[in-house]
């Protein structure tokens, strides 16, 4: 699919941030667990000076719909196991699987593969009406308290994933959910820092 170099920048592999997300066995985490996912293209418009999260776009191959990738950030950034879902034609928008996730995958397909087969169209159902949300917060207005609360948001979602495996483990202390606590906050709103440095920062 051809795209206007002029005003886009198309990012795919072999991209270096885009290698970053196959190789790093910690992103396997945001892929399985909390259902975050990367396309395999995006477009970012150069004729623009808005931030980089309002400038990055995400076709889709099958329509040639050219999608704000907000669509898929704020309040609508994880969740998305089985990948994107176009909101015009309803087909599958290619994702990225990290190298660790499909390894993961790989050892679980006896527990995942029947349940994507039931409830697959489920899924894509949820998924669509999820966009009139996500639409929604596109037309508000992105300040520092947006990463605050996206930094707040993971770091409280990795707390609950890490608490669950020492539970299972060796079971959970008061000492140890405090210890996870205090790491999961500064990590938490470290994430989002580098998310307002990377994406919420205006085009110079």
Known sequence: MAYDENKYSVQKLPNPLLLHWILNPGLAINEVILGQRIPKVTLIDKTSKASLIERTYVPCPSCGAIHSGMLWGKGNAFG????????????????LWNIFSLLLLAVLSPIWFP???????????????RYKKAETNIAKPINKFTWIKMGASFGLLMLAFFVATEYFRDGITLDKFIFLAIVNVI????????????MGRKKG
């Open 115 to 129: 349940l994507k087969k039931i409830y697959e169209q489920k899924y894509i159902t949820f998924e669509l009406s």
């Open 80 to 95: 998305h196991w089985l990948g994107y879902i176009c909101p015009n034609c309803e087909q599958k928008i290619p994702c």
């Open 187 to 198: 990590g938490g709103l470290f994430f989002g820092a580098v998310m307002w440095f990377f």
